[in-house]
């Protein structure tokens, strides 16, 4: 499994909005061919930053069948609005023998 790592800095005020708007955009996303985990964090240190994890099959069914898909700019309509910069956005590979 791939591990999407996305750093959302979302605009001050805005977080119980921007939770309600994730509880929809999850829906989107859990229905994509190769989703398999989700996980939303948010900072202590830095309340307007959060942390999502997102486990896909392959690398691939994130950045190709959902990024390039309808569902991607459903997903974004939810959240984006809420954004006060672009997410950060890497992938992670297990480490063999230690995951």
Partial sequence: MILEHA????RPDSHAEFEAAIT????VISAAPGFCT???HRG???PDRYLLLVGWAALEAHTVGFRESPAFAEWRS?????FDSP??????????GLS
Avoid at 7 to 10: A, E, G, M, R, S
Avoid at 87 to 96: C, G, M, N, R, W
């Fill in 38 to 40: 989700f996980a939303l």
């Fill in 87 to 96: 997410p950060e956005v890497d992938h992670y590979d297990p480490v063999a």
């Fill in 44 to 46: 202590i240190e830095s």
């Fill in 24 to 27: 929809k955009a999850r829906a």
């Fill in 78 to 82: 939810h959240i984006g609005p809420f």
């Fill in 7 to 10: 750093l959302i800095t979302v």
